[in-house]
């Protein structure tokens, strides 16, 4: 169409060319009348191409009319317009379709850019964060939402693996799990979940848990304080039953320091603050303990940074740090070496318990830090495990924001390996070390 507009205007053109040099040579004048038209037929262009910028200028307006090729030109952008105009209203029946769905949704969507600037919001976002809707587009998100957890998780969630549970800013009775996925180019989903009901059913539990420990360590200390007492004067006829009995009343009292230590991790209401740890003066006293423990069966190596500290909660790593060995030397046989290391990483600092055990199925690995789960439960029972040892290790991890990798092959050892955010990290100076010595 448009080779055919420009071939019929070129014919126009050369017959109007051709009539004119007739006249032209009739007259005795070609070169004036032929540059006279020449001049006409550019200032008609000139009139034309005004004419388009005007409408450019304006788009709102009809497009212009004209004849010849500017006709064709002109028909031509209409046409364009046109099927612009279409696709825009499709796009935008796209776009309203697409914020009724989620609209729709019961939880709260947000979308922020690399500055962290909210870009787009549904509308079940006013009632669970309290935006205010379009006036909160382009805010600064950690501006409405003034949780430290939830800016310090915004930071840093593309290094950690799991959500965020926090209370609502406009109600501390609700509490919201937050996630994040990446958006298109240098945006991010941020999805909110109202999980009040199951965070107050967690809490039942956990109280129930806390409470119940609570009422059973009391007997569990009177049943072994008397039976410490028969011990110390044994008869042949009891001396068995009770070596068995303070056997299984020392393990439940371990079992109820385990849960009561649990609970306390997981209770919400406890914000401890954090301090610069002395790794390496925790994990002397570690040592001492896993001698004690070991009695000379394993060989203990111990391979630590003396200037490498982080900060945290001291009692809550010392918990996790004392797990992961017990457990190395629980579940390595005799005459085995653990080795554990404190270094720096360029992902944080770590630390490394590494054994020469029994070693794990890797069909196990990913439920070893569920509560009482146990790979062989005849085996645990025997080594005086409780099931809550890697469970109180994953709380104080994810408590820091920190990472639990466990590495293991049946008949070849495991690896459990702590990986802390360099925000964590504490490099003491020469003066700084020469003096802590």
Known sequence: MQARSWKLHGIRLAAAALVLATLGWLSGHTSVVLCLAAVLYLLWHLVNLVRLHTWLQNPQQDIPASRGIWDSIFGSINALEQQNQQQKAAYQDMITEFQNLTNAFPDATLVIDSQNLITWSNQA????????????????????????????????????????????????????????????????????????????????????????????????????????????????????????????????????????????????????????????????????????????????????????????????????????????????????????RWQDSAEGPLLSVKDTGVGIPKRHIPRLTERFYRVSPDRSRQSGGTGLGLAIVKHVMNAHRAKLLIHSELGEGSEFVCVFPLARRVLLTTQEAAHAQ
Do not use: C
């Not at 998100?141 to 593309?158: K, S, Y």
């Not at 009040?196 to 119940?212: G, K, M, P, S, W």
């Open 125 to 340: 976002a006013v009632p669970l964060l309290g935006l205010r809707l379009p006036d909160d587009i382009g805010q600064t998100v950690t501006h409405l939402v003034r949780d430290p957890d939830f800016a310090e998780w915004l930071a840093m969630h593309e290094s950690l693996k799991g959500g965020l549970e926090m209370p609502s800013p406009v109600n501390d009775n609700q509490w919201l799990h937050v996630t994040a996925v990446p958006f298109q180019e240098d945006q991010r989903l941020i999805i909110l979940r109202n999980i009040t009901e199951l965070h107050n059913v967690e809490q039942l539990r956990r109280d129930f848990v806390a409470n119940i420990s609570h009422e059973l360590r009391t007997p569990v200390t009177v049943l072994t304080g008397y039976l410490e007492l028969l011990s110390e004067h044994p008869q042949r006829e009891i001396s068995e039953p009770v070596a068995r009995m303070q056997s299984q009343a020392l393990q439940m009292r371990t079992l109820l320091d385990d849960l009561l230590e649990l609970s306390r991790l997981q209770n919400d209401e406890i914000h401890s603050q954090d301090t610069a740890i002395d790794i390496a003066s925790l994990l002397r006293q570690l040592q001492e303990q896993a001698e004690e423990i070991s009695h000379g069966r394993h060989t203990l190596h111990f391979e630590v940074d003396q200037n490498l500290r982080i900060t945290g909660v001291a009692h809550d790593i010392a918990s996790a740090f004392g797990n992961l060995i017990g457990n190395a030397i629980r579940y390595t046989p005799e005459s085995g070496a653990i080795h554990v």
